[in-house]
């Protein structure tokens, strides 16, 4: 991998998708803290399910307070650790209330002291919200990154910094979405989609010629060989 053939992966992510968005349904940045704290283990389309109820009664810190806990669990409990997750919200939005006038802060340090919200929730919300350079590594960005060469790296703060570095700065501020689209997608963990992805030619993935029209290892062959 060099530095031509990463302007030429995320050309090419640009020209399919020119404004990629998280699948995360959200009106505020408030919406999006709460759908992204809710989404740890869980996939978008379950918290978007919960979230679409229950941000039509609560889309503000106050209202979630004064949903309360029980309250708040009714909306949510179709999620993974709900339980975990009510009180962190709720507790996040006490935060909110009395320390930044109710509303979400722009700055990662203050994100982070938030119940519930590490590193990469942060990095979502800065980057999705508020439009800041961020790179929030998940499952699907570190495999895309360690897989195609464009970021290698042991873990996922390697990989962040890595994919801040050599991301050509033209396409940094929307890498984040097209790297989770293309992972989520088209690079999976156990059947890549090599035959129809528009940057096998140029990525590092050395089985991708294992990889049949079906997305599954071709018939008789193994990686081993």
């Not at 307070?65 to 507790?91: E, M, P, S, W």
């Not at 002291?113 to 800065?126: H, Q, S």
């Not at 390697?158 to 050509?168: Q, R, T």
């Not at 689209?181 to 999976?188: A, D, E, T, V």
């Amino acid at each position: 991998m060099n530095n031509t053939k990463r302007l030429e992966i995320f050309r090419r992510f640009h020209t399919s998708n020119p404004e990629p968005k998280t699948e995360l349904a959200y009106s505020s940045p408030f919406e999006l803290l709460i759908a992204v704290i809710l989404s740890a283990q869980a996939t978008d389309v379950s918290v978007n399910k919960a979230t679409k109820e229950l941000f039509k009664v609560a889309n503000n810190p106050r209202q979630m307070l004064d949903l309360q806990l029980d309250g708040l669990i009714k909306h949510i409990r179709t999620i993974g650790l709900f339980n975990t997750k009510a009180k962190n919200v709720i507790a996040t939005c006490q935060i909110l209330c009395d320390v930044h006038d109710g509303q979400v802060p722009d700055q990662r340090d203050a994100l982070e002291r938030l119940p519930g919200v590490g590193r990469k929730t942060a990095n979502v919300v800065l980057n999705t919200a508020f439009r800041q350079v961020a790179m929030a590594v998940d499952t699907h960005i570190f495999r895309v990154s360690n897989r195609t060469g464009l970021a290698p790296a042991k873990t996922v703060l390697g990989v962040e910094k890595g994919l801040l570095k050599f991301v050509p700065k033209d396409y940094l501020l929307d890498a984040h979405h097209w790297l989770i689209l293309h992972g989520r997608y088209i690079c999976l963990a156990r059947t890549p989609k090599c035959p129809i992805c528009p940057i096998s030619d140029i990525c590092d993935f050395k089985d991708k010629s294992l990889i049949g029209k079906n997305g599954k290892l071709v018939s008789g062959t193994s990686k081993k060989k």
